[in-house]
């Protein structure tokens, strides 16, 4: 896997200027829309980048939204979304027609149904991590984001059944108190003074990005995040964990589902 599928998007920004950029407009707060259109800047064979989108590239343990692109004369199935030295890349599959041009208007639509559930996964990714944080001082190691199952992995951890019966209990509880959760810029300053210590990871975020975009959950949690998330945490629904495993000395993965 790319090392910046791995990070926030924030980490794969570009120091050059010779692919043109692309604006992550679903940023900081519209990851409800799923249909726009744009202007191709670049095509090939194998991906379509336009000079703004709404699909989300892989980046910070969340996959890429699918979906398609229509453009005159042709269009072609979203398989994959990257960010390459600041441009988005839609990479397709199976394409109609000819391939548009640079200048050319396309129209994007957005895997509705993948969006929906990436947005509440996300959400409940944070809603766990922060009660987990909070019930047993253990910080979010890494985590990865699927439609169908997520997992996180917790240091210093060594759960117990009974603690993963809390710790779902107490995850579910957060989740029904239908929370607003906010996502807006901060300036980094004050994101510094306010996120709690132990989530965010602050330090690895380069000085140069500022403002941050952060996500903040009622009055539960708050950590910059470049992922897709729901406006309230009653759009979650209620999580099942359904594993519990070692990763290493002082590592424990907790898997869980969305129950809807």
Not at 7 to 32: G, H, K, N, Q
Not at 75 to 92: F, L
Not at 105 to 116: L, S
Request: glycine share 8%; proline share 5%.
């Amino acid at each position: 896997m790319r090392l910046c599928a791995l990070r926030p998007l924030w980490f794969c920004e570009s120091v050059s200027t010779a692919i043109p950029m692309t604006e992550l407009r679903y940023l900081p707060d519209s990851d409800d829309v799923t249909t726009f259109t744009a202007s191709v800047t670049d095509a090939t064979d194998d991906y379509i980048v336009l000079d703004g989108t709404y699909f989300y590239p892989e980046g910070g343990g969340q996959p890429a939204d699918h979906g398609t692109l229509h453009w005159d004369g042709g269009s072609a199935p979203v398989v994959d979304v990257q960010k390459e030295h600041g441009a988005v890349r839609h990479y397709i599959d199976d394409r109609e027609g000819e391939r548009p041009e640079q200048g050319d208007e396309a129209t994007g639509q957005i895997d509705e149904a993948r969006r929906r559930t990436l947005r509440r996964m996300h959400t409940a990714q944070h809603v766990l991590s922060k009660v987990v944080l909070d019930v047993f001082g253990a910080q979010t190691a890494g985590n990865q984001i699927h439609t169908d199952r997520s997992r996180i992995d917790f240091e210093p951890a060594d759960f117990s059944e009974e603690d993963v019966a809390v710790i779902e209990e107490r995850t579910n509880t957060a989740i029904e108190q239908d929370l607003p959760v906010e996502k807006k810029e901060m300036e980094r300053a004050r994101a510094e003074e306010h996120t709690p210590e132990g989530r965010g990871l602050l330090n690895l975020i380069p000085d140069h990005v500022d403002p941050l975009r952060m996500v903040q959950i009622g009055d539960l949690d708050l950590c910059p995040c470049g992922g897709t998330h729901v406006d309230r945490t009653r759009d979650i629904g209620r999580i099942r964990i359904t594993n519990r495993t070692s990763k290493g000395a002082e590592v424990d993965r907790i898997e869980f589902k969305l129950e809807d």
